[in-house]
């Protein structure tokens, strides 16, 4: 299953991945259908990949395809682990870049066959070593945090914890700072990406439980929801932007989705043409030029950020509802994008990774 994936219409696609990363029984066992030409290797300078040699044969044989469509909520998830752990490892490993133990049991639920217990290693779906690794990292955090007394969070009612403690957590104790109000609380989970408005009216909050939601915060002290969140998505919002005249927004996800919305009038968005994207992984930030016209769109085309292809497509989006590509990707970074802005006045930005942070 490392071997296919879903694009963000489920479709079946094929996704290559490191020959060395296999267990050597499934080298052994993969080293067959190469040599039927069902697989194909290819080195180059990161190592050997191996892949599926023709598309076609992930929906013409009627049981591979029928398991990939049965297993589609657990190829959504692996993808999005295998994702933070690029992320994760090209960091240096950090325990920022760690989830709670709320997010790695809903994980573990995703990815574990019905009946398994909770502390048996996934079976749906092969992980790569690497996701793995930062799964028990994240399980171990969480139980050692637990165990210190920071800031215990009763996990949601029907996720398996990987641990005996189905109270771990995972955050570190807030800043001490004075809010104008108690924190906004809408979304199942983490909050992953905020922006205002230009006029600073209202608030876009793109969420780990796959939806975005407006705040009206004219009056901050006062803030309220602006209608029903806003769906459509498969995994985490990353990042959501507006258009300097407030008229559109922006959200990118890592189910390699970017959608616009009319939000002329916030209480009643409307989505702007079909989702779109260029990058076949996660896409992360977004950014509207200074003019509106041109939305830069950071993603990757590969999981592992030390091998990966990371890069900048620029769509015109001078009619929203049809968006087109503006030029060529801007490629140069060796690991994935979370952060670029527009000169301002001008179309041209400095991009960064966490490695230049």
Known sequence: MRLTALDSAGRHTRRRIGYATLPDRLQAAADVFVDHRLLTTAPDEHGTWIAVAHEAMLTAWPPLANAISERAVALHTARSVEQAAGDWMNAG??????????????TV????????????APSIVDLAPEARAFLIASRERAAATARTGLQPRRARPGHRQLGQDRNLVGHHPPLQTTPARPPLSAHARGVEGVAFSPNGHTLATGGADNTVILWDVADPTR????????NGYTLDVHSVAFSPDGRTLATA???NKVVLWNVSHPARPRRLGRPFTGH????RPVAFSPDG????????????SGVGNHSVILWDVTDPATPRKYSPPLTGHKSPIHAMAFKPGGRSWPARTRAAQ
């Open 93 to 106: 490993r950090p325990e920022l870049f760690l989830w709670d133990a709320e997010r790695v049991g809903a």
């Open 109 to 120: 639920t995703n990815l574990t066959l019905p009946g398994t217990p909770a502390d048996e």
């Open 223 to 230: 803030p309220r929801r602006r209608g029903p969140p806003l």
């Open 253 to 255: 996800s890592a189910d």
């Open 280 to 283: 076949a992984e996660s896409v």
């Open 293 to 304: 016209r041109i939305l830069a769109v950071a993603g990757s085309d590969s999981i592992y």
